[in-house]
């Protein structure tokens, strides 16, 4: 049996996302070596050459394009690759088209024996996610997707920008589906320890509590629209949430993270996956 490579990570999809976390992973130094693979070998190797021209002023080397057995003795594999999301499209929406190409990705996945973590990023996240843990086969506790981290990241900056605090010290959590249907657990928000429902009035502001919820979950659910709408699409949020992840597993750092899991059963809920 092959042995898994400690801090070994391979990207699958050398589109924006995959590019960006490839990157990303490089400066930060959370992986041991990088693995991008894409069905278009030239824009992988592409890709990479454009990361190592930056990394030859700072950063990790070991960045490469690879074949699929590059999975074989990762630590973690990332599915970045799919269609992707179109101005007004939804996310559930992409559905058709993007679980085909996660199937085809998971058939080349197992050949190779991959005994690591798969971490699926490709949206409907949460769909995706149950349908890889389905035709892979694997234990539920080696198949998460990126859930809401970047959601919870998104309402942070606008709770940050609407109070005038730091988000590192704003924490909670946006739960639920990625996406529309997410939403804030705001009864577990806090601003320096203190609950934001008790903290609102505190602060002086003087703000509508009502108005700041609903602002920051209509915030939350239009933001990637809005980007989408003006750039295209949207990959440096998501490939820094995601590289958390990484390094959270890679370093086993103990942090509670909102990614999507499977559930059998959960408060009557069956079959389905979600953060």
């Not at 639920?176 to 008790?198: M, Q």
Request: proline content about 2%.
């Amino acid at each position: 049996m092959t042995e898994i490579k400690k801090g070994k990570v391979t990207i699958v999809g050398a589109g924006s996302v995959g590019a960006t976390l490839a990157y990303n992973l490089s400066i930060t130094g959370g992986a041991s070596e990088i693995a991008l693979i894409d069905h278009n070998k030239e824009k992988a190797e592409a890709e990479i050459m454009d990361i190592l021209h930056g990394t030859s002023l700072g950063g990790s080397r070991k960045v490469y394009s690879a074949e699929y057995d590059a999975c074989a003795n990762a630590e973690i594999v990332v599915i970045t690759a799919g269609a992707k999301q179109k101005a007004g499209e939804s996310r559930v929406e992409l559905l058709s088209r993007n679980i085909k190409i996660v199937t085809e990705i998971l058939d080349s996945i197992k050949s190779t024996s991959f005994k690591g973590i798969l971490l699926v990023i490709t949206n409907p996240v949460d769909v995706l996610t149950y349908a890889a843990w389905k035709e892979s086969g694997y234990e539920k506790s080696r198949v998460i997707g990126s859930g809401t981290v970047l959601d919870s990241s998104r309402l942070k900056d606008f709770l940050s920008k609407t109070c005038g605090i730091s988000p590192i010290s704003i924490h909670g959590y946006v739960l639920g589906e990625h996406g529309d249907t997410s939403f804030p657990a705001w009864s577990l928000i806090t601003i320096g320890g203190i609950r934001l429902l008790d903290y609102c009035p505190l602060c002086g502001k003087s703000c509508n509590i009502r108005g700041i919820i609903d602002s920051a979950s209509d915030y939350v659910h239009k933001a990637a629209y809005k980007i989408i709408n003006a750039k295209g699409s949207t990959y440096y949020a998501i490939a820094q949430a995601v590289s958390v992840i990484i390094h959270s597993i890679i370093k086993d750092e103990k942090r509670i993270l909102p990614v999507t899991t499977v559930h059998e059963n959960f408060m009557g809920l069956k079959k389905t996956a979600f953060s």
